[in-house]
């Protein structure tokens, strides 16, 4: 006697679900969406100035002063910064919102050649 031998599995007659792929226009689309991480209170100073080393003017300009004798240090996050500076709420959400918009505008390139240089 042969096993396996008798009815079918209904598993046999039920159809193949298929995925197809994505068109090289939707897998262009998705890469487009990509956003780069979000710069939040929490980020430290370094991180922001590694991968963004244009964005370092951004915090003189908001009043993060790098100086030797002050407490402001690379290592120190974004809001740790603002507290030693002294930064209202509103001026954080403005160094916060400024810093993500060049972000994601790609400003962080390596820096600007001099014009000296020419």
């Known amino acids: 006697m042969r096993v396996g031998k008798g009815k079918r599995s209904k598993a046999r007659n039920r159809p193949k679900l298929t ?3 994505p068109t090289a ?11 780069p991480p979000r710069i939040t209170i929490d980020t430290s ?9 244009d964005l370092y003017g ?3 300009d908001h009043g ?4 030797a004798g002050c407490y402001v240090m690379l290592a120190s996050t974004i809001g740790t910064g603002a507290n030693y ?6 001026d954080r959400r ?3 919102k400024e810093l ?17 240089a020419a």
Request: glycine residues 6%.
């Open 25 to 35: 226009e939707q897998q262009r689309a998705r890469s487009v969406r990509k956003r």
């Open 100 to 116: 993500n918009r060049l972000a994601a505008e790609g400003v962080h390139g390596t820096a600007p050649a001099s014009s000296s």
């Open 58 to 60: 951004v915090f003189e």
């Open 85 to 90: 500076s002294g930064l209202k709420p509103a």
């Open 45 to 53: 100073i370094k991180e922001v100035v590694d991968r963004y080393p």
């Open 19 to 21: 995925r197809s792929r």
């Open 94 to 96: 403005a160094l916060l």
């Open 64 to 67: 993060l002063h790098f100086c």
